[in-house]
Nanobody, 118 residues
Framework: QVFLVESGGGLVQPGGSLRLSCAAS??????????MSWYRQALGKEREFVGA????????NHADSVKGRFIISMDNAKNTVYLQMHSLRPEDTAVYYC?????????WGQGTQVTVSS
């Protein structure tokens, strides 16, 4: 059973920074690559992709809406993926979800709220 636990959300002023963490457990094989992703869902809107990183290659991909402001990274030793967010805007307000794609199955965390407001 794969478990993903997000942390680090909160209230931040526009222009501020925040770092989200996602602790992962339950991956029983170190030989199978995992793609870790962040998604977000604002109130009344559909869930949208934010960024992804491959555990095997370290290759990252970010949504156009966050490029240059958000950075996804991974610490394989700690089985933790991070989302460093800078220059936050009110429109970044959402519940942020960590997701893992492993052996063809997708897993989700419970989400952490990020609110950008003055």
């Amino acid at each position: 059973q794969v478990f993903l636990v997000e942390s680090g959300g909160g209230l931040v002023q526009p222009g501020g920074s925040l770092r989200l963490s996602c602790a992962a457990s339950g991956f029983t094989s170190s030989t199978s690559a995992v793609t870790m992703s962040w998604y977000r869902q604002a109130l009344g809107k559909e869930r949208e992709f934010v960024g992804a990183i491959s555990s095997a290659s370290g290759t990252t991909n970010h949504a156009d809406s966050v490029k240059g402001r958000f950075i996804i990274s991974m610490d394989n030793a700690k089985n933790t993926v991070y989302l460093q967010m800078h220059s936050l805007r009110p429109e970044d307000t959402a519940v942020y979800y960590c997701s893992a794609l492993w052996r063809g199955d997708r897993y989700w965390g419970q989400g952490t709220q990020v609110t950008v407001s003055s």
